[in-house]
């Protein structure tokens, strides 16, 4: 069953930012768009690259291995050579913290 879990500080996180965390030891990337949030797996389905030391342009996030890019709403991929999407999960701030479904 999915559970709510608090990531981290929402402080972390500014608008146009992008951050990993590990609830439960779980990589995750925790992205900040025009003040909502949104929460993908932290590993690009491409390689061994990890998503939050990527550039965050608007919903896409770009990873910094081979520059393929994926929609951080959705998690399809949206530039090559990614083709696979990323898992998505949904996310919310709570009283200054950012939960996480897991
Ligand atoms: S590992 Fe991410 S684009 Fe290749």
Known sequence: ?????????????????VIGVAPKGIGLALYRVDGTIYATEDRCSHGLASLSEGMLDGCNIECPLHFGTFDVRTGEATAAPCSVAIKTFKAEERDGRIFVEL
């Open 1 to 17: 069953m999915a559970d709510w879990v608090d990531a981290c500080d929402a402080a972390e996180l500014g608008d146009g930012d």
